[in-house]
Structures are given as C-alpha cells and as structure tokens.
C-alpha cells in the first residue's frame, strides 16, 4: 500500500472575508423585494393620474423658484407628506433624499467660496424637495399604475413601453444575478484572491443572459400580436381624497406663483 494512502486527510479551512458577498445580496434582495411589491409601500388613496402630475409640477415650480422663500413653502409641504408616511417607508424616503442632498452641497460648495451662497442654500433644498416628492409617490403606487397614468396623459406608447419593460427587466435580471451571487457565495471554500474576478465573469454570464432575454421577449411579443399601444382608461375616477391632494396642491403652487411674481 502506497505511503501516502495510509496518512489521515487534514484540511484546514482558512477562514475568509465575505462581506462584499454578502453585501451585494442583501442589496439584491432590498431591490428584488421593493419591484416585488410593485415598487410600493401602498400609503395613498388617490388616484395615480393627480399624484404623478401634481409631483411633476411641484417639481417644476420648485426648480424654477428663485426666491428661496418659494422653496421654503415646497420644502414645508414635502415635509407634511413626509410625516404622514409609515415608518419604514418614511426612514426610506428621508435617506434618499438626504443622500441626494448632500450630494448636490458637495457638488455647489465651490461656489460658496467664490461668494455666491445662494446656490449653497437653495440649490440643496430644491435637490431634497424633487429627491423627496418623487420618492413619495414610488413609495405610493406600483409601477403599473405609475405607467398607467404616464398612459392617461397621452405620453407617447414608446416611452411608456421602455419604462415598462426596464422594470421588469431589472426585477427578472436581479434575481439571476441573485442566483449567481449565491452559487459564488457556495462554492468559496476558504480564503480566495480571485473571488472579485469571479464578480466580473459574474457580470459576463449576466449579459449574455440580458442578450438571450431580449430576443426572447421580442419574439414573444411578435407571436402575441403586440402592436406597441397601450390602453388608455377612458374615464377618471374623481374621489373625496383627489379632491383634497388636488386642493393642497394647487395652494402650494399658487403661493409658489405669488411669492415669484410680488416678490423682488
């Protein structure tokens, strides 16, 4: 009998780092979970159409404010939506856009060296109003009815189909690239030098799944008899709370205007 067939197998496993693994999963299953429930928390009772055209414009009267006393009034009234929010969703929405801001004061901070503090201060809070009011309304509808009321408004069925399928597509993509992570995450025994380049052939098998997913759907969709339209709604259902977001709504806007045009 060979020498080396009577020795005791010992392998010791030296214990490795997975944290940027176990990162990127947890991160996976946060954007998984979220286009699960349709990319909402359900905390409104309007009706999408009011909600998506009273957050673009507030957002446009926020950015073409120039009184920062205009802002201000926007800013009380994103922080009243806010405070009616559940917990979780507010704890959510507040990140966002605080990270959202502090990004924007990085980028303006130069300019408040060269004396202009003016961009320093409105600039920022014009960034958490949009950052907020629209992390508001994901948090209230799901995609479905976002694109739906995009539909209402007679935005053209091409735009309203890309953002559609990007969607979906970030959900089905995701939960491959879940998958794959967590072959990776198994079959790393130890410690690996190698185990950020098994990222990236990661990456490689995720886009040449994309590639083989596109030319599923389009031929799914060419034996289906998709003609690119997507149905409109005809009526529109106007209820007690549409009725009192489109008031609160308009009051903040009117003021928005009132404070541009007396104010000089």
Avoid: H
């Avoid at 060269?114 to 958490?128: E, Q």
């Avoid at 890309?162 to 993509?173: A, G, N, Q, R, S």
């Amino acid at each position: 009998m060979p020498e080396w067939l009577a020795k005791t197998e010992e392998y010791t496993v030296n214990a490795g780092r997975d944290t940027f693994i176990d990162k990127s999963i947890l991160a996976l299953l946060g954007v998984i979970a979220r286009l699960r429930l349709g990319g909402a928390e359900r905390v409104s009772k309007t009706d999408a159409a009011f909600r998506v055209f009273f957050t673009l414009a507030l957002i446009i009267a926020t950015a073409l404010a120039r009184e920062f006393s205009s802002v201000f009034v926007a800013l009380t009234f994103v922080t009243i939506q806010l405070a009616a929010l559940p917990p979780r969703a507010l704890r959510g929405t507040v990140k966002f856009a605080v990270i959202a801001t502090l990004f924007a004061f990085v980028i303006v901070l130069p300019a408040a060296f060269a004396g202009n503090r003016y961009s320093v201060t409105v600039l920022p809070a014009k960034v958490f109003v949009s950052a907020a009011a629209v992390n508001i309304l994901s948090r209230a509808y799901g995609w479905d009815a976002i694109t739906g009321a995009l539909a209402r408004f007679r935005v053209p069925d091409i735009f309203v189909f890309l953002l559609d399928i990007t969607v979906k597509y970030i959900f089905t993509l995701g939960e491959f690239t879940l998958q794959s992570v967590q072959a990776l995450k198994l079959r790393c025994v130890g410690r690996t030098d190698r185990r950020y380049g098994s990222l990236a052939g990661v990456a490689g098998v995720l886009f040449l799944r994309s590639k083989t997913l596109a030319e599923e759907t389009q031929q799914a969709m060419e034996c289906r008899g998709f003609s690119g339209q997507y149905p409109r709604p005809s009526r529109l259902k106007f209820r007690s709370a549409d009725a009192l977001y489109s008031a609160a709504n308009l009051a903040v806007i009117a003021v928005i205007i009132w404070i541009e045009v007396t104010v000089k």
